[in-house]
């Protein structure tokens, strides 16, 4: 048996999108603005957008084909170079 683990960090997902619905409404402007507003509060991501669900599948197919046999007890972490902040 394999164990790895898969740290995602901001995935695009319905509920994001909400989030940031959300944030334009309590803070005008676009949705573009709503974003920068969630990149700035993660430090920001140096790919300049969050993941989309199909590449953290990719990675997450990927480990558990047998062309990962050799990888065992490893964290991939699919977040697209977040800054972490204090």
Known sequence: MRVNVVSPGWIITEASEELLKRLQAANGGTIED????????????PIGRPADPHEVADLIAYLASDHAAAIHGAEFVIDGGTVPTL
Request: glycine share 24%; no cysteine; hydrophobic share 50%.
């Open 34 to 45: 709503a974003r920068q507003v969630v990149l700035d509060g993660l430090g920001g991501i």
